[in-house]
């Protein structure tokens, strides 16, 4: 069974009554407003001081560089590991499972944002375990989010493809293209580190006709 799907921008204003200014939304319970908090004030600083951090390492040398270098590299981590448990606590909060309809509405969220986005999703995912599942709705939200938040394309397409004992995500953008150090900052390595946990592969780099091309590859035998 395969689907595809083409969602272009569209106004969504938000309402006065549902939400506001450092308030929880209507229906948003205090899980995922700790997760959106997290996401958007201690990730985003995060990731801003890693690029600081980063340029201020081309004007140093010596054990200087050394010890801006491992700043950088716990910064990452340290962005990691809020981004793991931001993701769990999202889970936890809404009961997701990253099927069909989850992968959709991530999707359809960043219509707003992007401009254009599709959305293929090839065989079954009902097919997939349930731990693979969750990992899939993860690599994709982080993916989507990096996409629009760092690429200053017009286009993005996400593609779920599920063969003969394998599944693939991939994750394509017309924008910039990847920033000179891509691991600093973008989840990069939670990506990864789900893929291994899995048995499976990450790769993301230049897309062949431009943009950023993100592939996420694991064994459907995973569990």
């Known amino acids: 069974m395969s689907s595809s799907t083409q969602i272009t921008a569209r106004p969504a204003p938000r309402s006065r009554s549902t939400a506001g200014v450092g308030g929880r939304e209507a229906g948003m319970s205090s899980g995922e407003e700790l997760a959106r908090d997290l996401h958007d004030l201690a990730i985003n600083r995060l990731s801003q001081l890693t690029f600081e951090l980063s340029a201020v390492s081309n004007l140093v040398k010596g054990d200087a560089l050394e010890r801006v270098t491992s700043v950088i590299g716990h910064l990452d981590d340290l962005a990691d590991e809020v981004r793991w448990f931001v993701l769990e606590q999202r889970d936890r909060a809404t009961s997701h499972d990253g099927r069909q ?21 090839r065989g079954d995912l009902s097919r997939l375990p349930a731990q693979t599942a969750h990992q899939v709705r993860a690599v994709v939200a982080e ?72 592939t996420w590859r694991v064994p459907l035998g995973a569990t």
């Open 101 to 121: 309809s989850d992968v959709r509405e991530l999707v359809e969220g960043a219509a707003d944002r992007i401009g254009t986005v599709s959305l293929d999703v």
């Open 143 to 214: 993916a989507v989010h990096n996409a629009v938040t760092h690429s200053g394309g017009a286009c993005l397409a996400v593609t779920l493809a599920v063969g003969d004992g394998e599944l693939e995500v991939s994750v394509v953008d017309d924008g910039v293209g990847p920033p000179p150090l891509p691991a600093q900052g973008l989840g990069l390595g939670s990506m990864a580190a789900r893929a291994r946990q899995l048995g499976g592969e990450f790769t993301f780099g230049p897309g062949g006709a431009g943009g950023t091309t993100l």
